[in-house]
């Protein structure tokens, strides 16, 4: 019997797809970080891979702003085994105060600072502007 290290459950361009979704990112931005040699359809046939060559992964992880790792390792139905898993202690987390966040909940919180981020430089603009426009009125 032949050991292998490769999980055949996990399909590498699907987990990509999948990170890439959750974190509101679209094909077409992935496409402009990567290069001009990129576009959407390339993009769109790279999460169609199951294996996904390393050099490429690693950058698209770092535009995502996750570990190569996670889209090399992610196990829906693993991922799902350890929700349910551990759902009890994360209310109990809860209750304590002593919340210790799982690599997803990270992504999401890491989203929810980026939109808070955003939303701030946002209102930061809008206040320029009604200073500028305050400064240009007669």
Sequence with gaps: MTHTTSNPRIHEGRNLKRFREMLGIKQEFLAFELGEDWNQQKVSLLEQKEKIESGILEQVAAILKIPAEAIRNFDEQQAVNIISN???????????????????EKIIQLHEEKIALYERMLKEKDEMMGRLERLIKP
């Design 86 to 104: 551990t759902f009890d202690k994360v209310e109990n987390s809860f209750n304590f105060g002593t919340f210790n966040l799982h690599p997803l």
